[in-house]
């Protein structure tokens, strides 16, 4: 069984900048494609930033490049998004899960794999 769990959220003002970790147990880490999504009330969930196992190759929705990075630590299972210069628009629950595949136009996730999520809160 997949075990995700989130950490880092919480409110920060416009601007500033939160680190998001996640923790993985039951998946064989060697080859998982990772990935940070966010659904935001009222809205659907949507892919933020995916990550290879290399970890080379990443994607970026256009509203986070050039403020969030995505990293990966294999020998720990940890997934780490790094958000800088946070915007209202930012403000979303955002989930950790193993991703089915990306390319440069979307990361899709796996159903197998959501934890429970952390919320982060961007205020003006």
């Known amino acids: 069984q997949v075990q995700v769990a989130e950490s880092g959220g919480g409110l920060m003002q416009a601007g500033g900048s939160l680190r998001l970790s996640c923790t993985v147990s039951g998946l064989p880490f060697h080859g998982a494609l990772m990935g940070w999504f966010r659904q935001a009330p009222g809205k659907e969930r949507e892919g933020v930033a995916c990550i290879s196992y290399d970890p080379t190759l990443t994607y970026y929705r256009d509203s986070v490049k050039g403020r969030f990075t995505i990293s990966r630590d294999n020998a720990k299972k940890t997934v780490t998004l790094q958000m800088n210069s946070l915007k209202t628009d930012d403000t979303a629950m955002y989930y950790c899960?193993?991703?089915?595949?990306?390319?440069?136009?979307?990361?899709?996730?796996?159903?197998?794999?959501w934890g429970q999520g952390t919320q982060v809160t961007v205020s003006s």
């Open positions: 899960a193993a991703v089915k595949f990306f390319n440069s136009m979307e990361c899709v996730g796996r159903d197998d794999s």
